[in-house]
């Protein structure tokens, strides 16, 4: 079993900045890690992804506003977000895809969720 575990989130002015870490863990010999949010009344939606090796992909909506990077620590990562705008206001969701030990297969895993609020 894998387990994501987020922090940060909160509430925080428009044009202003938060950090989202997550960490993983479990039996995990790789993992792409990402985020995912979900607005209220709205599906969710992707973020961004960062691999094992560093690569990212984000969404079109936060390209050059957000920037995702693993840690120093094995199977974490960090969202960095700048310049907020009060549609960024979501749940975020730290999404792991995970191949374990066993298999090829790779598996999703989610967090609970934070709650990101931008004010006007």
């Known amino acids: 079993q894998v387990q994501l575990v987020e922090s940060g989130g909160g509430l925080v002015q428009s044009g202003g900045s938060l950090r989202l870490p997550c960490a993983a863990s479990?039996?995990?010999?790789?993992?792409?890690m990402g985020w995912y949010r979900q607005a209220s009344g709205k599906q969710r939606e992707f973020v961004a992804t960062?691999?094992?090796?560093?690569?990212?992909n984000y969404a079109d909506s936060v390209k050059g506003r957000f920037t995702i990077s693993r840690g120093n620590t094995k199977d974490t990562m960090c969202l960095q977000m700048k310049r907020l705008e009060p549609g960024g206001a979501a749940i975020y969701f730290c999404?792991?895809?995970?191949?374990?030990?066993?298999?090829?297969?790779?598996?999703?895993?989610w967090g609970q969720g934070t709650q990101v609020t931008v004010s006007s």
């Open positions: 999404n792991g895809q995970v191949v374990g030990y066993s298999s090829d297969e790779v598996y999703d895993y």
């Open positions: 479990g039996s995990i010999f790789s993992i792409i």
């Open positions: 960062v691999t094992s090796g560093g690569r990212t």
